[in-house]
């Protein structure tokens, strides 16, 4: 393995975050059977399912907080007026309900 390369099982881990956080249609289960052959524990994978869960639902609420106040202004704006989307002022993740960071 190259420098440069990452272990099988962190790309795995990563793979399954993503497809987690990004909501796609496979969820990432096809990483489970690498990651117990790999011998990836349990606990580790459920630390990773839930930092990425968190993600996905954090984002979520903050798309749907600037949705609602565009949302607002577009019917509080003067015709005509372009409607600026107002961006949360938090840039940062908020820790998991059992206080894992996700930053």
């Given at each position: 393995?190259?420098?440069?390369?990452?272990?099988?099982?962190?790309?795995?881990?990563v793979?399954?975050?993503?497809?987690?956080a990004?909501?796609?249609?496979?969820?990432?289960?096809?990483q489970?059977?690498?990651?117990?052959?790999?011998g990836?524990?349990?606990?580790?994978?459920?630390?990773?399912?839930?930092?990425a869960?968190?993600i996905?639902?954090e984002?979520?609420?903050?798309?749907?907080?600037?949705?609602a106040?565009?949302?607002?202004?577009a019917?509080s704006?003067?015709?005509g007026?372009?409607?600026?989307i107002?961006v949360?002022?938090s840039?940062?993740?908020?820790?998991t309900p059992?206080?894992?960071?996700c930053?």
């Amino acid at each position: 393995m190259s420098e440069a390369s990452l272990h099988p099982s962190t790309v795995a881990l990563v793979a399954l975050a993503a497809n987690i956080a990004a909501n796609h249609p496979g969820q990432g289960l096809c990483q489970i059977d690498r990651l117990k052959s790999l011998g990836v524990s349990k606990a580790q994978v459920d630390s990773v399912i839930e930092i990425a869960r968190h993600i996905r639902d954090e984002a979520a609420m903050k798309l749907d907080v600037r949705f609602a106040e565009a949302y607002a202004s577009a019917f509080s704006a003067p015709a005509g007026k372009d409607v600026e989307i107002p961006v949360p002022s938090s840039a940062c993740c908020t820790p998991t309900p059992t206080g894992k960071s996700c930053c």
